[in-house]
């Protein structure tokens, strides 16, 4: 085995154990699995490049989130954030309503399965993955977005953080203070306070497969709280209140027969894939729902209604 060979094989060693970090770090900063990935592998990429160069001044995983932070800033330079519907205006009023036409041309922000990153990541990630705060972080400059995600995220203090970055530790205390004043304008704050999922999360996503799975719409409307916020990507609707969500419901619970649920994990929490019947009495994937869950009740379900998504959570695209 050459030495080159040998030295490729150390280096992935190494590094390994910190592709998981790295991927829930770049998709907090673009919101795209597929673009974190692709991103991940760019990182590694430049780290191997300039590997015999790291002289070990700083810890392996400070220069891999380095290289990773500049690969995100670079890539952001010719990206357009990624919204959720609440990002692009007010909630719906006729609930009722058919849906309009999808937007496909907006890159929407995208579901981050739990597989894919380390579970001990999501528990110190504080509720961080969860997609409302993430759409938020969609709205910070990039560099801002990146200050506050390493001040907050991995808890590095602004002297670690000005150096990853180039900058100088006011600099990076300046730009973290202007991101969580931009935060406050553009996210509600219960959407940025941080829960950890647990039994009562499960619990109240096994009510909701249950209200779907057999049609129980008195059910599903006990459930939900009085503010509660639904959301489809890639319908810019969204629906606030549960006067309004109950009219929604009311046309559509029945609309394509009773569907069938499957239990997955997404950014941080317990999550469901929703299975619908077509014409012909085939299941196929129709969602990916994540709900955040306050007080026993949901308060917010993003769905992300793409037959594709459900694969990306390593579901089949049809059911028996």
């Known amino acids: 085995m050459s030495a080159t060979t040998a030295d490729r094989d150390e280096f992935v060693r190494l590094t390994d154990p910190y592709r998981r970090e790295l991927l829930a770090h770049c998709y907090r900063m673009?919101?795209?699995?597929?673009?974190?990935?692709?991103?991940?592998?760019?990182?590694?990429?430049?780290?191997?490049?300039s590997y015999d160069g790291y002289e070990g001044r700083a810890s392996l995983r400070t220069w891999l989130h380095r290289i990773a932070t500049n690969t995100c800033l670079t890539a952001l330079e010719s990206r357009a954030r990624r919204p959720l519907p609440p990002g692009l205006g007010r909630p719906a009023e006729a609930a009722e309503e058919?849906?309009?036409?999808p937007l496909t041309d907006v890159p929407w922000l995208q579901p981050l399965p739990d597989a894919l990153v380390d579970p001990a990541n999501v528990v110190a990630a504080r509720g961080s993955l969860r997609p409302a705060p993430v759409a938020a972080l969609q709205n910070l400059p990039a560099r801002q977005r990146a200050v506050l995600i390493l001040r907050d995220v991995p808890a590095w203090r602004a002297a670690e953080v000005a150096p990853l970055l180039g900058t100088s530790t006011a600099a990076v205390k300046s730009s973290l203070q202007r991101a969580r004043v931009r935060l406050d304008e553009v996210a509600p704050e219960e959407d940025l306070v941080e829960e950890p999922a647990g039994a009562t999360d499960r619990e109240v996503l096994h009510r909701y497969v249950a209200a779907f799975e057999n049609a129980d719409l008195?059910?599903?409307?006990?459930l939900l709280r009085d503010g509660v916020e639904p959301e489809m990507p890639p319908y810019?609707?969204?629906?606030?209140?549960?006067?309004?969500v109950?009219?929604?419901?009311?046309?559509?619970?029945h609309e394509k027969g009773t569907p069938r649920m499957l239990r997955t994990r997404a950014n941080g929490?317990?999550?469901?894939?929703?299975?619908?019947?077509g014409a012909d009495g085939v299941l196929r994937a129709h969602s990916v729902q994540v709900p955040t869950v306050r007080k026993d009740s949901p308060a917010r379900v993003t769905a992300f209604l793409d037959p594709e998504v459900p694969a990306r959570f390593g579901l089949p695209k049809e059911l028996p």
């Open 218 to 222: 008195d059910s599903l409307i006990d």
């Open 30 to 49: 673009l919101g795209s699995v597929d673009e974190a990935e692709d991103l991940v592998q760019e990182t590694c990429l430049r780290a191997w490049r």
């Open 269 to 277: 929490r317990p999550a469901v894939a929703m299975y619908v019947r």
């Open 236 to 244: 810019a609707q969204w629906y606030r209140g549960r006067a309004d």
């Open 98 to 101: 058919p849906l309009t036409t």
């Open 246 to 253: 109950l009219r929604f419901l009311r046309a559509r619970v």
